[in-house]
């Protein structure tokens, strides 16, 4: 779900603690519109571990949906959430006392850029839209494969692409704004990563995949209109030097709530998105 340093889960991120709660939301409308294809990638993954997991460690854990979703589906597992951002581990601590996992959701601060933490041995480790993020992907795979229990599993999880939302024909403006938004940050580097399974295999682990899971879904369209608004929200300071001035104005409009043409005004949202799984067993 990112522009390229640890603990980022989505695109683009940047220093502030204002910053880091505007993602942490956009994290939290990404878990609630994803969660039927989450559920489907960690299916996918989790058959090839261990039947009932004691330790799980979730790297880049953001704003938490992963540990949460992976202590609500491992009922007996203790879940050690891992961020270099006190901002999102408070989020995670929050969530996790408000659902009543407290006692099972455990949260560490470390940069694993720096140096592994102090988390112990684990029966399943995931990093979802972290592992291309981080300097030395070679060196935490090292560190991952260290830590796994013999038959742990590592399950890698990325975005293929940034979130799509509009139709090609808005209406106004030219054919096409989002195709050439997402093609200018990603010429700008965003959510950049290598098929894992070359890099995986090197590292010593027996690798299945990768498995794509697509989303193609309809939500009530004031949903929809709040997740795009999210998003676009998010990419547009990126956008600022790298899309025509008659794009930035139509990319406004559709930001702007007040402009008969916004985002929340239309009907025609439709959410598509892909998710990639590697899943990797010691």
Known sequence: ?????????????????????????????????????????????????????????????????????????????????????????????????????????????????????????????????????VADPGAVLQDVRAALRPGGLLAVVEMDGLPRFLPEDLGIGRPGLESRCHRALADAGWNAHPDWRPLLERTGFEVHGPHTVSTAAQHEPQVTAHYAQAWLTHMRPALRDRLAAEDRAVLDQLLTPEHPGALQHRRDLRLRADRTVWAARA
């Open 1 to 133: 779900m990112t522009e390229h340093a640890p603990t980022r889960t989505v695109p683009g991120h940047s220093h502030g603690h204002r910053h880091e709660e505007g993602l942490a939301e956009l994290l939290d409308l990404d878990a609630a519109m994803s969660r039927t294809s989450w559920a489907e990638v960690a299916a996918w993954a989790t058959r090839y571990a261990v039947a009932s997991p004691s330790r799980i460690i979730d790297l880049g854990t953001g704003a938490g949906a992963g540990a949460l979703a992976l202590a609500r589906r491992f009922p007996a597992a203790e879940v050690v959430a891992v961020d270099r951002s006190p901002v999102m581990l408070d989020r995670v601590r929050a969530a996790a006392r408000q659902q009543e996992l407290g006692e099972r959701v455990h949260v560490v601060h470390a940069d694993l850029d720096t140096a592994w933490p102090a988390v112990g041995a684990a029966d399943l480790v995931w990093a979802s839209s972290f592992l291309h993020e």
